[in-house]
T-cell receptor, first 112, second 114 residues
Framework: AQSVAQPEDQVNVAEGNPLTVKCTYS??????LFWYVQYPNRGLQFLLK??????LVKGSYGFEAEFNKSQTSFHLKKPSALVSDSALYFC??????????FGGGTRVLVKP | DVKVTQSSRYLVKRTGEKVFLECVQD?????MFWYRQDPGLGLRLIYF???????EKGDIPEGYSVSREKKERFSLILESASTNQTSMYLC?????????????FGPGTRLTVL
């Protein structure tokens, strides 16, 4: 069965520093992986996805994610964090029938 | 832009009441989904619909039912609300073509059952 783990409940980073949000997955077959962000009192917004091809995927708002098959990881990264990046981030993996399995979420706090 | 709307942002109901949560999407998507979001548990799929009048149970369907009479509208029904159904409920939609299609989410309904 597909599963996703986000090992950190919260990540704190200073504005301007690199931001990394970790995600590991377990799937049978080829993984289809997604990152979503949820700003306060808002629904989830799509950031990026990995389907196939280049292991480095670029997405919205300057975010990127690196797919690592040997480590079964799909970490989200941003070279220079902004205060406005403070939000709840979810990693997800596609399973059969167009359904998603989500990780528990990681809260990011970017301090000025 | 895809727009997914949900009928209420906040809802307070009493134990035993019948509760309807409505979701409407304007992009002619075939697939629609209902999730609940709880701290530390992420999003869990309640029900999924891939066509009008078609539905499939998700991971946590107990205590819920759904209705899809029109393509753009997907309703979640709590037949007899209980306090453990207090949660944030999120609706999503996507095209049915490829399994890689992105899901688009509504703003959520925060339901409190007293």
């Amino acid at each position: 069965a597909q599963s996703v783990a986000q090992p950190e409940d919260q990540v704190n980073v200073a504005e301007g520093n690199p931001l990394t949000v970790k995600c590991t997955y377990s799937v049978s077959g080829n993984p289809y992986l997604f990152w979503y962000v949820q700003y306060p009192n808002r629904g989830l917004q799509f950031l990026l996805k990995y389907i196939t091809g280049d292991n480095l995927v670029k997405g919205s708002y300057g975010f990127e994610a690196e797919f690592n098959k040997s480590q079964t990881s799909f970490h989200l990264k941003k070279p220079s964090a902004l205060v406005s990046d403070s939000a709840l981030y979810f990693c997800a993996v596609r399973k059969a029938g167009n359904k998603l399995t989500f990780g528990g979420g990681t809260r990011v706090l970017v301090k000025p | 832009d895809v727009k997914v709307t949900q009928s209420s942002r906040y809802l307070v109901k009493r134990t035993g009441e019948k509760v309807f949560l409505e979701c409407v999407q304007d992009m002619d998507h075939e697939n629609m989904f209902w999730y609940r979001q709880d701290p530390g548990l992420g999003l869990r799929l309640i029900y999924f619909s891939y066509d009008v009048k078609m539905k499939e149970k998700g991971d946590i369907p107990e205590g819920y039912s759904v209705s899809r009479e029109k393509k753009e509208r997907f309703s979640l029904i709590l037949e007899s609300a209980s306090t453990n159904q207090t949660s944030m409920y999120l609706c999503a939609s996507s095209f049915a073509g490829a399994s890689t299609d992105t899901q688009y989410f509504g703003p959520g309904t925060r339901l409190t059952v007293l």
